[in-house]
């Protein structure tokens, strides 16, 4: 299986060094959905003032796969 990793940022970059294997894209995509509906309550004061927050997903050659972000607009 391979292996994917995701990273966190918001502001800073919190990396996934170990990874996880998964079946194929969808489901390191279905795990990402996962990860950013779990962590987003914890990120509304970034959003809140105007900041970004991202979940993104490489494979074992560091290309992306997916990626999925939330971004407030201070106006």
Do not use: W
């Given at each position: 299986m391979p292996r994917y990793f995701f990273r966190l940022r918001d502001?800073?970059?919190v990396r996934d060094d170990e990874g996880e294997e998964?079946?194929?894209h969808d489901a390191a995509c279905?795990?990402?959905?996962?990860?950013?509906a779990e962590t987003i309550?914890?990120?509304s004061d970034l959003l809140i003032g105007g900041g970004d927050y991202e979940v993104m997903v490489t494979n074992?050659?560091?290309?992306?796969?997916?990626?999925?972000?939330?971004?407030?607009h201070r106006y």
């Amino acid at each position: 299986m391979p292996r994917y990793f995701f990273r966190l940022r918001d502001g800073e970059v919190v990396r996934d060094d170990e990874g996880e294997e998964l079946a194929d894209h969808d489901a390191a995509c279905a795990v990402a959905v996962e990860v950013f509906a779990e962590t987003i309550p914890s990120k509304s004061d970034l959003l809140i003032g105007g900041g970004d927050y991202e979940v993104m997903v490489t494979n074992a050659d560091s290309e992306q796969v997916y990626s999925i972000t939330a971004k407030g607009h201070r106006y």
